[in-house]
């Protein structure tokens, strides 16, 4: 009996195989150079996907290097589809790349002789040196932004007594970190009170853990403060915390517009604030974002507006 004709991978395919693996290594290599240190400071998840990418990659070039056969089209069908996949996982992993914190937030991350930071895999935590308040803080970063870009902007609240934890999401995601506000409040056990706030995708998580944890009968959440966000759904009759919206004037994400139309999604008696002459960047330090406004005062100037809305906010909130 005869064997069946076999024939070799095509060219095209093999050299289109090599050529995506290619892709792959330059936004690996972009990534690490262009955002290393959001690689290295946030949450493992990102570093273990570009490893993953990088060994993928390594082993298309090698197995492309072998002549090996084919003996139906439906296998060239099948490798086709993986190639197209890859070409969209490599999309993806371009895209998650984070925005990595600047100056002055590096200076920020830095203990003294008041206020104590400790940097895990998975949080940051800027702590008192002296007794801290019983009520605590837990922020949600925005979509892509790396934890430590938030330093700057609440290390005033450590500074004035308060225990201040900034989630690190997996991929810098917030909905990958619904879980984290609950993890924490079972390490600080000694917190009868939490402020939850999240900039951006990272507010609209926050609203959802703080309307989730408002009835808790032992740390409820009593405050909830939004950074250039809005909740994704209606809870002006379900959250019974205080709420504080600020918002940036020249805000090209989240913009005036999204912020007035969101306003019967909250309680009646949120307080709104808007930084005149911010943009959406500004409640962190991370450099100019894609599709945000053109600002018309300094970030240093905003920058400390925002902390001392957000530090007066959470004062009054604990004092009740």
Known sequence: MRAKPTAKVRPWFVWTVRIVAAAALVVVGWACVSSWGAVVHGHPTYAVLLAVTLVLCVVAVLRSLRARMIRSGWRLALRTIVVVLAVAGIAIVGWLRPFTAEAPALAAMQSSSTVTVVETLTSIEMAPTGTPSATAIFFEPGAKVEARAYAATLRPLAEAGFTVVIAKQ??????????????????????????????????????????????????????????????????????????????????????????????????????????????????????????????TVSHDKARSEIAKATLDFVREVSAK
Request: overall charge negative.
């Open 170 to 295: 997996p991929l810098a995601i917030a909905f990958l970190s619904l879980s984290d506000f609950d993890t924490t409040r079972s390490v600080f056990p000694a917190v009868d009170r939490w402020v939850v706030g999240g900039h951006s995708l990272g507010g609209v998580v926050a609203a959802i853990q703080a309307d989730d944890g408002d009835s808790d009968t032992s740390a409820p959440v009593v405050g909830l403060f939004f950074y250039a966000s809005l909740p994704a759904s209606d809870i002006s009759s379900s959250l019974t915390a205080r709420v504080l919206s600020l918002s940036a004037a020249h805000d090209g994400l989240a913009t005036p517009t999204d912020i007035d139309a969101a306003k019967p999604l909250l309680p009646p008696d949120t307080q709104y604030i808007v930084i005149s002459g911010a943009v959406h960047a500004y409640f962190a330090d991370y450099g100019a974002q894609p599709g945000d406004g053109i600002p």
